[in-house]
């Protein structure tokens, strides 16, 4: 079951690294187009639709990422102090009443969103010669897909920690820098 989760950690970390290149993109844009509108005052049409397609396509391919790593906000101030069973059983109620209905109406709103935007053949209405944003729109039953499956294994991980006690190993690439620094400190 372990190399089952850690798959699924793994899908969810190819997306999220994949899409964070987004922030790259996203960086010489802007700076492509203060240069143009600023130095050259020759403002481009198309910098503005792609800036905020490129900056929704990162926040929607890292939803997975986060949750894989269990990077999403919650009141951390309170459930840490918890016991892990507890901390699962909580975690497993939010999954069915709360994730599981949202992630299901992202697919299916989604789904339905992007395929209308690809017959209609949509392009963007914020500049003259907008570039298409049905690409973009594709994105939202992927991610709600990502999300799904990311779901799916953490209440897996529920399930496991409500028997054992014990949370399940995760895949780990980041470290939080609370937890280095707490480290340091007990090691001092």
Request: charged share 15%.
């Amino acid at each position: 079951m372990q190399r089952f989760l850690l798959l699924i950690d793994g899908i969810s970390t190819f997306a999220g690294k994949l899409f964070a290149w987004c922030v790259v993109i996203l960086t010489a844009v802007v700076t492509y187009e203060v240069v143009m509108r600023y130095v050259f005052r020759k403002p481009s049409g198309w910098a503005y639709d792609v800036s905020y397609m490129l900056y929704g396509a990162l926040f929607l391919m890292a939803g997975a990422y986060a949750l894989s790593r269990n990077a999403h906000v919650r009141a951390d101030f309170i459930y840490r102090h918890l016991k892990p069973r507890t901390q699962a059983s909580l975690d497993l109620v939010m999954y069915v009443v709360a994730f599981f209905p949202g992630v299901l109406a992202l697919n299916y709103a989604g789904f339905n969103f992007a395929r209308l935007a690809y017959m209609m053949n949509e392009h963007s209405a914020f500049s003259p010669n907008g570039p298409p944003v049905y690409p973009f729109k594709m994105l939202l039953p992927i991610a709600g897909f990502l999300l799904l499956l990311q779901g799916i294994a953490e209440v897996i991980r529920c399930i496991i920690c409500i028997r054992t006690g014990q949370w399940p190993e995760r895949l780990h690439d980041v470290e939080e820098l609370e937890k280095q620094l707490i480290e340091q400190r007990s090691q001092s």
